[in-house]
């Protein structure tokens, strides 16, 4: 298999594993890093609301099976690479499920925040599927294709100004939350291991 290497073994080694990423998002350090501008700059400790997520989150038994059976292919996936910054609340849907993931395929998972003190504007989260010898697999972005987050927020309301619109800004916000507190929130986080598994299978088996 041809493939490109993103990262060296020292490089991926220096990542984080998920407890240790969870537990660096209430430090100090983190906190005083900039956060979205949607949340006023200023970062919360959202390490709790991530470990209950992880607690949650659960593989359906088919697709733990699934990603066991790539894992055992011949340069099957060996190594996940994210890239996460845990104001984003699609890093706080999908990170916790993504390690789960790692954990029930046996795959070794490093975590890297994106930003430095300053907010940059990449996608996260990024999440690179990795063999054993570092040849990228297959890379995810931020949500799955079912969920339409631009067209959501547009029914929801998203202020075009928010410093014209400041209640109908904190009345978005308000029905954003709700809606993450909803089964969809779930659902979206198992189809983006759905999507991840399938990708994965193309990859491996079908060479696309």
């Known amino acids: 298999m041809q493939a490109a290497r993103v990262v060296t073994a020292q490089r991926f080694a220096q990542g984080m594993t998920f407890d240790e990423y969870v537990a660096y998002t209430g ?3 983190n906190l005083a890093r900039e956060a979205g501008w949607w949340l006023g700059t200023t970062r919360h400790d959202f390490s709790g609301l991530l470990r209950t997520r992880y607690e949650l989150c659960r593989l359906s038994e088919a697709q733990g099976a699934a990603i066991r059976w790539l894992a055992a292919l011949p340069d099957g996936p060996a190594r996940l690479l994210g890239i996460s910054e845990e104001w984003s609340s699609d890093c706080r849907r999908d990170v ?3 390690a789960r993931l790692a954990e029930a395929g046996g795959l070794e998972l490093r975590i890297f925040p994106r930003d430095g003190q300053k907010q940059t504007f990449q996608t996260v989260p990024t999440v690179v599927f990795l063999t054993k010898a570092f040849e ?3 890379t995810y972005f931020e949500f799955p294709a079912i969920y339409r987050k631009t067209e959501l927020a547009r029914r929801l309301g998203v202020p075009a100004s928010r ?3 400041e209640k109908e800004w904190e009345r978005f916000i308000r029905d954003w939350g709700a ?3 909803s089964p ?3 659902v979206w986080t198992s189809a983006a291991v759905d999507e991840i ?3 994965l299978l193309e990859r491996l088996v079908v060479g696309s």
């Open 197 to 199: 598994l399938s990708a």
């Open 179 to 181: 809606l993450q507190e």
């Open 96 to 98: 916790p499920m993504v």
């Open 27 to 29: 430090t100090p350090e």
């Open 184 to 186: 969809f929130w779930q």
């Open 136 to 138: 990228v697999l297959y």
């Open 163 to 165: 410093e014209n619109r």
